[in-house]
């Protein structure tokens, strides 16, 4: 019996419904880094506000049980806000961020961001960040 396929399967072969599952199940930043330049489909159900409301701007690392680390990675960081969060800016109802990324992610104006969770922060770094005006 010969199962070889002479037509590989390809991710952009899958249906919108089975692309938002997969989407579902990802950290959105993560997400948004790696699928909104693949090509206009992708972007178009990324970007959806349904997805960008939302936005955990974290990625857990855990080194052990005791010693999570939140940070995301400087490069993804970078790109996420120059490239895809003013696209989204007005879109984001809930941000979820960490002490290393707070303040390049707060540059940017969010008219519809009514909660803001704050990861792994540090007493004094809060209020530097909250304190200013």
């Given at each position: 019996?010969n199962?070889?396929?002479?037509?590989?399967?390809?991710?952009?072969?899958?249906?919108?419904?089975?692309?938002?599952?997969?989407?579902?199940?990802?950290?959105?930043?993560?997400?948004?880094?790696?699928?909104?330049?693949?090509?206009?489909?992708?972007?178009?159900l990324?970007?959806?506000?349904?997805?960008?409301?939302?936005?955990?701007?974290?990625?857990?690392?855990?080194?052990?049980?005791?010693?999570?680390?939140f940070?995301?990675?400087?490069?993804?960081l970078?790109?996420?806000c120059?490239?895809?969060?003013?696209?989204?800016?007005?879109?984001?109802?809930?941000?979820?961020?960490?002490?290393?990324?707070?303040?390049?992610?707060?540059?940017?104006?969010?008219?519809?961001?009514?909660?803001?969770?704050?990861?792994?922060?540090?007493?004094?770094?809060?209020?530097?960040?909250?304190?200013?005006?």
């Amino acid at each position: 019996m010969n199962i070889s396929n002479s037509n590989p399967s390809n991710i952009e072969d899958l249906p919108n419904e089975i692309l938002l599952i997969i989407i579902n199940k990802l950290n959105i930043g993560d997400v948004v880094y790696s699928f909104v330049d693949v090509n206009k489909r992708f972007a178009q159900l990324i970007l959806n506000p349904l997805y960008t409301r939302n936005l955990n701007m974290t990625n857990i690392t855990m080194k052990s049980f005791y010693d999570p680390t939140f940070s995301i990675d400087d490069r993804v960081l970078s790109r996420i806000c120059e490239n895809n969060l003013p696209q989204i800016h007005d879109q984001v109802n809930h941000l979820t961020v960490e002490q290393d990324s707070i303040e390049r992610i707060l540059i940017g104006n969010y008219p519809q961001l009514y909660s803001l969770s704050l990861v792994n922060m540090k007493e004094k770094k809060t209020f530097s960040i909250l304190n200013r005006s």
